[in-house]
């Protein structure tokens, strides 16, 4: 079974010379040798810092190639990712290092005075930014139409790629390679009472996620996916980021901001984007949209809140293009349906009225019996939603606020408040 280092590994052999990773905002370029490498000589750095498999990992960092290498160098390690929200406040990281028993924080170095607060506090840190390559910059202006299809570095020697996996990555880190089931991340969300819960998920439960959405938004080899939303959300972190990956396909990365997102779009020719509703509201109240080229872009993908059928239309008048909507839990990966391009018209402001092509979701009401797809009912309460999927996680932790979703050869329910199961009762 691939872990998310496997699919470094394979992408560097397949497409060495191909770009990977794309930082406009930096001038930074990684082709998928480049991020291999990098990568490689970083998770040296890390292990002699300390870290070993098994380890909690935290990692503070805007969407940047910081972000990135730093996960891929410590999972190639082993070690277990607990991304964190820029946002939060010293006392409210403490609070999930704590929980989530960290070891190390990766840092980028503009978070240093954190960096510092936190390592008075006997944290112990490690700044990723002084640890990072600084010959990858491209001039961007020469070319500002330049894609990521470009190739940035002459093609390897393939006598240069080892062929097994014992061989490619440095002898002294071979052993820490993990297993698919092994915990890869730690996910924390605000949660229905606004105290971060964490949620543990494995090396398979990432990439089932990351394969059913390039399967789902038809992400290929070649395409350009454009993550402006944070990476320590899970849609774009396991479905966009390790959805490309998976695919062999290039990621541009950056903060969103509209026109951040328009020239992106525009000059460096990206496919597929994933964003929440609040995003396409401000695109489509900017006053010069018409005037951006915006017709590289194959799939627009919303979700992560709930929006009506008639912001939808006004996002569709606005934007040309093919649409889909995603609606999951992060305890699930995420994982959960979909509106389909297809299934825009009639149904645009439902979740879709079947599961992802590995999953299984369903409406119950309270009694425990599901509602049938398509048969009007009148429900006496609102029903809850039900989401079975293949996401695997190792063993529950003992602290409470961190949880694992389902287990392989096991259909735990993953219920959300019964309004979402009314909204998709009503629109399915």
Request: net charge neutral.
């Amino acid at each position: 079974m691939d872990t998310l280092w496997r699919v470094i590994e394979r992408n560097a052999l397949n497409y060495a010379n191909k770009t990977g990773l794309r930082y406009p905002a930096g001038s930074r370029a990684y082709t998928w040798l480049d991020l291999y490498t990098e990568a490689t000589q970083l998770a040296t750095r890390l292990r002699a810092a300390g870290v070993r498999s098994g380890n909690a990992v935290a990692l503070f960092s805007t969407n940047k190639p910081e972000f990135v290498l730093g996960f891929l160098a410590a999972t190639s390690l082993g070690a277990v990712i607990v991304p964190l929200n820029v946002r939060l406040t010293t006392r409210e990281i403490s609070g999930i290092l704590a929980d989530a028993e960290v070891e190390f924080f990766l840092f980028a170095e503009e978070f240093s005075p954190i960096a510092s607060e936190l390592s008075r506090s006997g944290v112990h840190t490690f700044d990723l930014s002084a640890g990072l390559s600084a010959d990858l910059s491209v001039d961007f202006s020469a070319d500002p139409n330049a894609n990521l299809s470009a190739d940035f570095s002459p093609a390897p020697d393939p006598d240069s790629i080892p062929e097994t996996r014992q061989q490619t990555v440095p002898p002294q880190l071979a052993e820490t390679l993990p297993a698919a089931a092994e915990t890869a991340e730690i996910l924390y969300t605000s949660g229905t009472t606004g105290k971060p819960k964490g949620v543990r998920l494995s090396h398979e439960a990432v990439l089932s996620v990351a394969k059913i959405m390039a399967y789902e938004a038809g992400i290929y080899a070649g395409d350009n996916c454009l993550i402006l939303m944070p990476l320590t959300h899970s849609a774009p972190l396991n479905l966009f980021l390790w959805g490309a990956f998976w695919a062999g396909a290039s990621v541009t990365l950056g903060d969103f901001a509209p026109d951040v997102l328009l020239r992106y779009v525009s000059q460096e020719k990206t496919t597929h984007f994933f964003g929440a509703p609040v995003v396409y509201q401000l695109l489509s109240r900017m006053p010069n949209l018409k005037e951006w080229d915006l017709s590289s872009m194959k799939l627009w993908i919303y979700g992560g809140a709930s929006v009506s059928t008639e912001q939808i239309q006004k996002w569709q008048q606005a934007l040309s293009g093919r649409w889909m909507g995603v609606y999951g839990l992060t305890e699930a990966g995420p994982n959960g349906s979909a509106l389909r391009p297809h299934e825009h018209g009639p149904k645009t402001g439902s979740i879709g009225n079947r599961g992802t092509g590995n999953s299984e979701i369903r409406v119950v009401r309270a009694d425990g019996t599901t509602l049938l797809r398509m048969k009007p009912v009148k429900l006496s309460s609102a029903p809850k939603v039900s989401c079975w999927g293949i996401t695997a996680t190792p063993k529950p932790r003992v602290k409470p606020c961190v949880t694992a979703g389902s287990t392989p050869g096991t259909l735990p329910a993953v219920t959300p408040t019964a309004t979402s199961g009314s909204w998709i009762a009503r629109r399915t």
